[in-house]
């Protein structure tokens, strides 16, 4: 079993930037590919980031290219999502996951790779 905790939501102004943490018990977290997806209102949950379990390789999806970071620490057990240049549309809650295989980077923008997922925390940018 794994427990994901995520933090660091709130409200920000457009242009802002935020921090969202994702602490994680209950497994040897560096051992698996983790992400973070969010689901705005009315709309599907969609891939945002994924870091493999070495923290050597990242993805994004194109619409937070250059604006979002993620990261892990994983002495810490914790994974990052650093935001800046927050816009209206990233507005939603934001979900971290970790992925089901250990060692393994399958198709980490698919939700059904990963297996544990976070309670969410709300992401809200004014313009």
């Known amino acids: 079993q794994v427990q994901l905790v995520e933090s660091g939501g709130g409200l920000v102004q457009a242009g802002g930037s935020l921090r969202l943490s994702c602490a994680a018990s209950g497994r040897t977290f560096s051992r698996y590919t983790a992400g973070w997806f969010r689901q705005a209102p009315g709309k599907q949950r969609e891939f945002v980031a994924a870091?493999?379990?070495?923290?050597?390789?990242?993805y994004y999806v194109d619409s937070v290219k250059g604006r979002f970071t993620i990261s892990r620490d994983s002495e810490k057990n914790v994974m990052y999502l650093q935001m800046n240049s927050l816009k209206p549309e990233d507005t939603a809650v934001y979900y971290c996951a970790v992925d089901r295989y250990s060692y393994y980077i399958g198709t980490y923008y698919q939700e059904n790779e990963y297996e544990y997922w976070g309670q969410g925390t709300q992401v809200t940018v004014s313009s």
């Open positions: 870091i493999s379990y070495s923290g050597g390789s990242t």
